[in-house]
């Protein structure tokens, strides 16, 4: 199983910035997938869940509105759309499925100037 983050970078306040996660190893259309993120000094937080068939999405409070979570399962491939980016949003951002427990290894976004 193996997940692979990309696309991350630095970005200026408001600006926008998608990830892509590359899932293989595994049946990727079977299986719920999440994005977390993890800030230096802070705990990793969750930031949502999209259902194994992308009919259904979560999204923590502090990114509803704003982040965007979708796939492609005939590429296996997870996404997350940021727009209107905060400084508070720097992290390193990871996908995970949670039902197995495996992580990608992180991609870095900061915004700032």
């Known amino acids: 199983v193996q997940l692979v983050e990309s696309g991350g970078g630095l970005v200026q306040p408001g600006g926008s910035l998608t990830l892509s996660c590359a899932g293989s190893g595994f049946t990727f259309e079977d299986f719920g997938l999440g994005w977390y993120r993890q800030a230096p000094g802070k705990e990793r937080e969750w930031i949502g869940l999209i259902y194994s068939t992308g009919d259904q999405i979560n999204y923590a409070d502090s990114v509803k509105g704003r982040f965007t979570i979708s796939r492609d399962n005939a590429k296996n491939m997870l996404y997350l759309q940021m727009n209107n980016l905060k400084a508070d949003d720097t992290a390193m951002y990871y996908c995970?499925?949670?039902?197995?427990?495996?992580w990608g290894q992180g991609t870095q976004v900061t915004v700032g100037s």
């Open positions: 995970k499925i949670p039902t197995l427990g495996y």
